[in-house]
């Protein structure tokens, strides 16, 4: 099989169930983006291939290619969205980091080691992610699943690349005013 179709060569692209829309449809540009999000996670996991958090990271792929195969389905619920225990994984996973850093006491610059750095840009990602699929104005249940999951995904990123700093004794980057 080809890996081009030359389907979208007039700007169209169909839907999971064949519906064709425009390239530019907002519900393109919302799974377009969790698919750059899930690969800008993939750089960041790459950069620090000995991290503690590789397995959450897996796992959060798979999620991500979940919420992007739910966004491309439109009407139909052969993708469900994550389910609530995976937020609160999330959240579990928020604290047992934090319960390792010290508080914050000012703002943070992204940056320090690079794979800090590359959770900062996934979690920028992942904020923009947010907007467009709330932007669909979706009210099915696997669409809300799937923003409540973005939001605290968007917060286990902030942590994790404050983390993978601690982890590799390099301090957060304060922001000071010039």
Do not use: E
């Given at each position: 099989m080809k890996i081009y179709t030359r389907?979208?060569?007039s700007g169209e692209t169909s839907l999971f169930g064949g519906a064709r829309v425009r390239k530019d449809?907002?519900?393109i540009e919302a799974y377009g983006t969790i698919d750059e999000l899930n690969s800008v996670l993939?750089?960041?996991?790459a950069s620090w291939p000995l991290s503690s958090l590789d397995e959450q990271f897996h796992?959060?792929?798979?999620?991500?290619?979940?919420?992007?195969?739910?966004?491309?389905?439109p009407g139909t619920s052969r993708f469900?969205?994550?389910?609530?225990a995976r937020v609160t994984s999330l959240e579990h996973d928020i604290d047992a980091m934090e319960s390792e850093l010290a508080p914050l006491k000012t703002?943070?610059?992204p940056g320090g080691t690079l794979a800090a750095s590359q959770l900062h840009v996934a979690r920028t990602v992942?904020?923009?992610a947010e907007r467009l699929v709330v932007a669909l104005n979706d009210a099915d249940e696997a669409t809300k699943s799937s923003i409540t999951y973005i939001n605290r995904l968007?917060?286990?990123?902030?942590v994790a690349a404050r983390f993978a700093n601690h982890k590799n004794g390099v301090a957060d980057v304060p922001w000071t005013r010039t």
């Open positions: 389907t979208g060569d449809d907002a519900r993939g750089v960041a996991r796992a959060i792929q798979s999620d991500l290619f979940d919420i992007g195969a739910h966004l491309a389905s469900a969205g994550p389910p609530a703002f943070i610059l992942c904020r923009r968007s917060d286990f990123l902030f």
